[in-house]
């Protein structure tokens, strides 16, 4: 497609299940990046890839979250034994360039996926 | 914390009328400043954004005013549409390495006929 595709769309886990939200970015876009959404707040970083390299992973909040990118396309965000304050909607965005600042940098975001915890 | 605060939460406005949304950043490294807009079940997309060696941009009815002694940054909705009815966020980004974006709150807007 020719944007970024995330599944699922909604995804309910009950506590302590882990979860895996798949990301497919535009293609040949160089930079990927993960965030959280909670209900009624801005998008907050979680982990940033160029290519398959995990450039900064400052934004995770626990251990128990886990991002990758084997191939420098799709991406993975993995949550271990997730908790209730895991709910939220987790966006994924690409963009076409990386370290280099001659473009605008925009980011492409996907419809992202919503993750219930009971 | 927040490094970018946005203000008012939430917005009414009457069709027709101007739909002013404000922003304020302390970090000084930020160079980039875009503002995305959300509909409901969608990922935001970018709408407009500014660099802070310009004052003003505008495209078409929306308009970026920004104050680089202030550190604050508008957007303004002229001839608001009930289609403009979103949740608006201002973002930066600093300058240096990759381009992270940090996101205010967000401002729900709704434009009423």
């Known amino acids: 497609g020719a944007g970024v595709s995330q599944s699922p769309r909604y995804k309910v886990a009950k506590r302590g299940q882990d979860v895996a939200l798949r990301c497919d970015p535009i293609s040949g876009h160089v930079s990927l990046f993960w965030y959280q959404q909670a209900l009624g707040q801005g998008p907050e970083f979680l982990t940033y890839?160029?290519?398959?390299?995990?450039?900064?992973k400052s934004g995770l909040p626990s251990d128990r979250f886990f991002a990758e990118r084997p191939e420098g396309s799709v991406s993975t965000l993995k949550i271990q034994r997730t908790q209730q304050e895991d709910s939220a909607v987790y966006l994924c965005?690409?963009?076409?360039?990386?370290?280099?600042?001659?473009?605008?940098?925009?980011?492409?975001f996907g419809e992202g996926s919503r993750l219930t915890v009971l | 914390q927040q490094q970018v605060k946005q203000s008012p939460q939430s917005l009414i406005v009457q069709k027709g009328g101007i739909s002013i949304i404000n922003c304020a950043y302390e970090n000084t490294a930020f160079d980039y400043f875009p503002w995305y807009q959300q509909f409901p079940g969608k990922g935001p997309a970018l709408l407009i954004a500014i660099r802070p060696d310009v004052s003003e941009k505008k495209e078409g009815r929306f308009t970026i005013s920004f104050n680089k002694s202030a550190k604050q940054f508008s957007l303004h909705i002229m001839d608001s549409q009930p289609g403009d009815s979103a949740t608006y966020f201002c973002?930066?980004?600093?300058?240096?390495?990759?381009?992270?974006?940090?996101f205010g709150i967000g401002t729900k807007l709704q434009v009423i006929p």
């Open positions: 973002a930066a980004r600093r300058s240096g390495g990759y381009q992270k974006v940090t």
């Open positions: 890839f160029q290519n398959e390299a995990q450039l900064d």
């Open positions: 965005a690409s963009s076409l360039s990386g370290l280099d600042f001659a473009n605008t940098g925009e980011l492409f």
